[in-house]
């Protein structure tokens, strides 16, 4: 393997400390990606430097001309506080002709509008659930064609930003208080969808043009309620005494309908083709009683942290985190950007 000089970008706050020793595991939560990262990188040979950005896109640029690295590991989720500009700096990447791991630009757009990316689904005939989307500041009436229960989010925010149980809404007056809900608290605009009762489930897929999956990963609800929707709410993915009261556990699905596994992981794959997706991803479904699966969304580079859903499913079938960082970087270095047909 070929030492390379890999630029880690993330986001000031996160830059992890050389040790995890004197951290309690609340702080280590904040920065595991980075540290992960970073640390692996360098076990496995490479020469790193991380390097925090808020909103300064100079330094990017000086540690590309100083630097000179073979390829940009890509952390950052935001640039000055916006989620979305997430797709402008690696635009800028392409732009400065810099290998990058993760997703491009055009399907990190693509699949942040939750709304976008599911009118795309449909036009290509992937199940999805019915929505309706409520932008701010404008009146929130519900369509005859749209039946409750519906669960309300924010159209463009992810790791489950303003989900509770009471994101379930069964009647208008409800619907009304949770859209706003989302409006002001999460400050962005609400999506509204026919609530999906069944298996939670995530796909993890990594490549550009040939793609791999990983198995099918389901998270259970262990110990919860029976009457409780087992849904990924705020909670349960980020509050590790709730996850322990209520039984969370992440696994490979067992006891799938024959034949859904091959199916769900060949519709995966082509719900990363149709949402130009490259680098790696992971989508959420949801799998009911009868068998029918629909697609919630599609998440460009999703949490890589060790011990997390993507790197789990990757183990189950012997890929360790290094060989798995490792495709990644390659992945990055042969991804065919324009700038170098
Ligand atoms: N239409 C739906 N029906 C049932 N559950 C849903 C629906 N939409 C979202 N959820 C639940 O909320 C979680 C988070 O929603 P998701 O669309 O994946 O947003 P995020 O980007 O925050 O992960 C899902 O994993 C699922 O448990
Ligand atoms: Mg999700």
Not at 187 to 192: E, L, M, T
Request: aromatic share 8%.
């Amino acid at each position: 393997m070929k030492k390379l000089r890999i630029l880690v970008l993330m986001h000031e706050d996160l830059v992890p400390p050389k040790s995890l020793e004197g951290y309690s595991g609340k702080e280590i939560l904040e920065w595991k990606t980075e540290f992960d990262v970073v640390s692996t990188l360098g076990e496995i040979g490479h020469d790193t430097l991380p390097l925090g950005v808020r909103d300064d896109l100079s330094m990017i640029r000086k540690a590309l001309d100083d630097y000179k690295p073979h390829v940009t590991f890509n952390l950052l989720e935001e640039f000055h506080g916006v989620g979305a500009y997430d797709q402008h700096v690696v635009g800028y990447l392409e732009l400065k002709r810099q290998c990058y791991t993760g997703c491009n630009p055009r399907g990190l757009m693509l699949a942040r509008d939750k709304a976008l990316s599911k009118k795309i689904l449909t036009y290509h005939r992937v199940p999805t659930p019915k929505f309706i989307v409520f932008p701010m500041r404008k009146q929130i009436r519900r369509p005859q064609r749209l039946a409750f229960p519906l669960l309300v989010k924010s159209l463009v925010q992810d790791a489950s930003l303003g989900i509770s149980q009471a994101s379930i809404v069964h009647n208008d007056d409800k619907l009304v208080e949770r859209v706003r809900f989302i409006h002001e608290q999460v400050q962005s605009d609400a999506i509204a969808e026919e609530y999906i009762e069944g298996r939670e489930l995530y796909v993890s897929v990594l490549g550009n043009r040939r793609l791999q999956t990983f198995p099918v990963w389901e998270m259970l609800f262990t110990k919860a309620p029976d009457d409780m929707p087992n849904i990924a709410t705020e909670r349960v993915k980020w509050d590790a005494e709730y996850q322990k009261k209520i039984g969370i556990e992440t696994r490979a699905a067992e006891d799938l309908p024959p034949g859904a596994a091959e199916r769900i992981a060949k519709l995966c794959k082509r719900i990363y083709r149709m949402l130009s997706m490259s680098g790696y991803g992971r989508m959420d479904l949801r799998l009911t009683a009868d068998g029918r699966i629909y697609v919630l969304e599609a998440n460009p580079n999703p949490n890589l942290s060790y011990g997390e859903d993507f790197a789990e499913s990757a183990a189950k079938i012997g890929i360790s985190f290094e060989v798995l960082l490792q495709r990644i970087i390659n992945l990055g270095t042969r991804y065919q950007a324009e700038w170098k047909a």
